[in-house]
């Protein structure tokens, strides 16, 4: 016997790999074992009935055809070599004409084509590859969120050529940090800050900070540059810090009607006021439930339609509100959402209309004229609410909302790392709210860092929230980026001056970042 050829050998190498394959699949045998569990018997057919015998017929015996081989190369069926005579079909289907007819191998073809379904590791797919290197290798590229204020200077080549009013409020906007005193030298309150507030005065800066152990801290802001060899050198920022309450600072105001008494409310359940010309803090308000369980108060805003009323939500979801020139022992609940409402803000425009974010993933618009008894969406059923006239359902939570001062822009954001953007003006709005804009940007403060919100200033149409890459981005109502304020640490809670163009943020560590636009105009008066 002549010794086999380089490709036989291949060929046999083939055929044992491929029974290897099938013995380790357990599919040898396979196609027969199949027929006979359907009850197919090729060698025993059933026996067809005798039908009766007809007269023969005479039949006409036509010329025997010679036989052919079934698959003949183009060259022998007289076709040219450039391809004439290939069926037009697919990729795949030719691919298949190619495959060995053998049952067994039509079972392994099968499990090949065979699609992916539920859930898989890839290590499990990539053999020979190992788990913990292959999530080594790609983990570089995981949990990479980012804000589209991380672009900004690209941004704005483009922003402002076509578009000249953008290009002046970006002008606004672009503020100078306070460089009388560094930053880490600003410790207004001890602990996390967790609340800001810029005093409306404009001949002096007056900043107020509420942080997570109930101590208010108010910064005299010094605006003269200290003396560069003096005494002046030793001198500290004008900080007065006093413990008012147990809990988190939730919110700080000061009375419309009166700018020398601000307001301040905890998630202790009290809410306080200080008189700056007395320095007297008075208790205006300790908010319970029926069983007189302290409510820890979440938010806070006074009415526009009437200054001496005050609303109110709650960590547990209620809303009240309260007169302030009385103290009542006991307030009026109604339930906004069954978990927290971390923020909710009245629209300046209808001021009927108040919007909630909440840990329930909802933003809702509701109309506090209409009361419903037993609202059909709370698992509460004792507990009155108010008519919803919109919902925006969002992936996870949310955890701020604003009104824009004259346009009739909503901003919220939460924790799926967005800022989006509603347009409210219309007077009938839909049940289901769609955002008209929505931006990318990095909410993911965690346990150290105050949650991320979203605030409009109260004098324009343009909004500002803290950058996790420490930064702090403004924004107008169209969702253009205006300015990326550089921090040293994350400013993540923001107090705007009603007034001005200033803006504060605070860190995790009570300290405070002051930025304003007085340098710019001392340059233009110079």
């Known amino acids: 016997m002549s ?3 380089e490709f036989q050998k291949r060929r046999l190498e083939n055929i ?7 013995k380790k699949l357990n599919l040898t045998g396979a196609a027969t074992k199949i027929k006979r569990e ?6 025993h057919h059933p026996k067809k009935k005798k039908a009766a015998r007809k007269p023969a017929e005479k039949r006409s015996v036509s010329p025997k055809v010679p036989k052919v081989p079934t698959r003949r190369s183009s060259r022998l069926r007289g076709q040219a070599a450039e391809g004439n005579g290939v069926p037009n079909v697919s990729d795949n289907h030719l691919m298949k004409m190619g495959r060995s007819n053998s049952p067994d ?19 499990d797919l990539l053999k020979g590859e190992d788990e913990e290197e292959l999530i080594n290798k790609f983990k570089l590229y995981a949990d990479r969120n980012f804000s589209s204020g991380d672009f900004f200077q690209e941004i704005r080549k ?6 000249p009013q953008l290009d002046e409020l970006q002008k606004d906007f672009d503020l100078q940090p306070y460089d009388v005193f560094q930053p880490n030298e600003i410790k207004i309150t001890h602990d996390r800050i967790t609340s800001m507030y810029f005093h409306p005065t404009v001949d002096k800066k007056l900043i107020i900070g509420g942080d997570t152990s109930g101590n208010i801290g108010l910064w005299n802001v010094r605006d003269e540059p200290l003396a560069e060899n003096g005494a002046d050198d030793l001198e500290e920022p004008d900080i007065t810090r006093v413990q008012l309450f147990t809990k988190n600072v939730g919110k700080i105001d000061c009375f419309p009607s009166d700018t020398s008494k601000i307001l301040a409310a905890s998630y202790d359940g009290f809410i306080r006021s200080i008189d700056l010309n007395t320095l007297k803090s008075d208790q205006l308000l300790t908010l319970a439930n029926e069983y007189g369980e302290a409510l820890g108060v979440s938010d806070c805003q006074f009415s526009y339609e009437d200054p001496n009323i005050l609303f109110m939500t709650t960590l547990t979801g209620e809303f009240t509100t309260m007169d302030i020139r009385s103290k009542p022992s006991k307030c009026e609940l109604k339930r906004l959402s069954d978990k927290k409402i971390g923020s909710f803000n009245i629209n300046p425009s209808r001021p009927h209309e108040i919007a909630t974010g909440s840990l329930d993933r909802t933003l809702r618009i509701w109309d506090v004229r209409k009361i419903v008894d037993k609202p059909e969406w709370s698992q509460y059923e004792d507990f ?13 939570s949310v955890s701020a909302v604003s009104f824009s001062p004259t346009d ?20 009938t709005l839909p049940e289901s709210l769609e955002p008209k804009t929505t931006i990318k940007h990095n909410c993911q403060s965690g346990r150290w860092t105050s949650i991320l919100k979203a605030r409009f200033k109260p004098d324009k149409n343009v909004f500002a929230i803290a950058n996790m890459k420490r930064a702090i981005d403004i924004y107008d109502s169209q969702g253009e980026q205006l300015a990326h304020l550089n921090t040293a640490t994350v400013p993540a809670v923001l107090g705007w001056h009603p007034l001005r163009n ?25």
């Open 3 to 5: 010794e086999l050829s």
């Open 16 to 22: 044992k790999r491929n029974n290897d394959l099938l």
């Open 38 to 43: 359907a009850g197919i018997n090729e060698d």
């Open 105 to 123: 191998q039509a079972l392994v073809d099968e499990m090949k084509d065979t699609k992916i379904v539920g859930d898989v590791k890839l290590s």
């Open 158 to 163: 483009h922003q402002g050529k076509s578009k």
């Open 384 to 396: 009155p609410s108010y008519h919803v006239i919109s919902t925006y359902d969002s992936r996870l």
């Open 408 to 427: 009739n822009t909503l901003v919220c954001n939460g924790y799926d790392d967005t800022i989006n953007l509603f347009d409210v003006s219309a007077n």
């Open 502 to 526: 200033w803006i504060a943020g605070g860190n995790s560590s009570g300290k405070v970042f002051l930025f304003t636009d007085e340098q710019d105009i001392k340059i233009e008066e110079a």
